[in-house]
């Protein structure tokens, strides 16, 4: 509470103007609308191919041809992926790796927040599934690709979508599915940790192995979009005025993405937890170095890869 009240009051950084990429390819998961869609708007107007993968066909139609007729340098594509199915996530990385494009950018933006319980196709609470398995699938699929892709001096570069609800997260091992007592914040809390543990032992992977890729976690603030629509209604009411005034904007919350995923600040820069343009203290926890080794391998496990 005292982190998102602090966060409220806290006016958004100024992302800087940053340089054209052009021939830069990025991918953004739940690039459709909210600050998914502002981060690849953001990307395909210094020049990247971005690639907006969504679950929805209609606002993935309309987002690129938006990004398309504000007249972007770049290239902007949608392509259908249902981040509750593993089965989808693997066909798209299979299919992206098949056009032989290179991957210098990964954004795992997409999620959902305070659902009531519900189970993904694979059985996984939808939280846990959506917001994290699903990313730490598809970064892991890619990642021979964003390897090939990055150079000493330009890294190929990974930016998790976190929150700071992580402070309040906590890792139930045993019941990662929170069968046993299910609360919708304990499960949105937990994956957001997640997502930071998985970004810092995946930092140390990609450091010892001397690859030329980066690993980030954001945490973009309090943003107004549709991530609140499940609030229940008299909590819609009052957040409605409160977001007007205190809210970012998704442009804004966004710029923290868009500073981790192309700002030349951050060049050869990862194991980072970032807010407001600046390298932030998570929580204590995800430093656990014994929990990010028991989550990734316990995370192997569920999504049916091979534990390195
Ligand atoms: N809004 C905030 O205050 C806030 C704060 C901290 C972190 N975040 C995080 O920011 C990210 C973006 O959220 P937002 O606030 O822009 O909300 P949003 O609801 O506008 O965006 C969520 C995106 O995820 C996509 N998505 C949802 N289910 C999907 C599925 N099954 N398959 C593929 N894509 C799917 C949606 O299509 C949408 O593009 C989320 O990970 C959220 O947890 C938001």
């Known amino acids: 509470v005292k982190v998102l009240l602090y966060q409220m009051f806290n006016k958004s950084f100024t992302l800087p103007v940053l340089p ?54 770049g290239k902007a594509e949608f392509v259908f992926v249902d981040l509750t199915s593993m089965k989808s996530v693997r066909q798209f990385a299979q299919q992206f790796k098949e056009r032989g494009l290179p991957l210098h950018i990964l954004v795992n933006n997409a999620g959902t927040m305070l659902v009531p319980e519900r189970q993904t196709e694979d059985g996984f609470e939808l939280h846990l599934g959506l917001n994290y398995l699903s990313h730490f699938l598809l ?3 890619l990642l021979d690709v964003l390897k090939r892709s990055g150079r000493p001096g330009s890294c190929a570069r990974i930016v998790n979508m976190s929150s700071a609800t992580h402070y309040a997260g906590v ?84 710029s923290i993405a868009i500073y981790a995923a192309a700002a030349p600040d951050m060049e050869g820069v990862g194991g980072c937890y970032l807010y407001n343009g600046q390298k932030r203290q998570s ?26």
């Open 139 to 141: 970064t892991n699929l």
């Open 283 to 308: 929580s204590e926890l995800s430093y656990d170095s014994e929990l990010q080794a028991d989550m990734w391998k316990k995370s192997c496990q569920l999504v049916g890869l091979q534990h390195a």
């Open 171 to 254: 890792v139930h091992m045993k019941d990662l599915n929170r069968r046993s007592c299910y609360s919708s914040h304990g499960a949105y809390s937990q994956s957001k940790l997640a997502l930071v543990l998985f970004t810092y032992h995946l930092q140390e992977q990609l450091t010892a192995g001397g690859y030329s890729v980066t690993a980030n976690a954001v945490d973009p603030g309090m943003v107004d979009t549709a991530l609140y629509d499940n609030l229940w209604s008299l909590a819609q009411m009052l957040k409605k005025p409160v977001a007007k005034v205190l809210f970012r904007t998704p442009a804004e919350g966004a």
């Open 20 to 73: 054209k990429q052009k021939g830069r390819v990025a991918i953004v998961t739940g690039g459709t609308r909210g600050m998914g869609y502002e981060t690849a708007r953001h990307l395909a107007n210094l020049g990247m191919h971005v690639v907006l993968v969504g679950n929805e066909k209609e606002e993935g139609a309309a987002a690129v041809k938006r990004i398309r007729e504000e007249g972007a340098e």
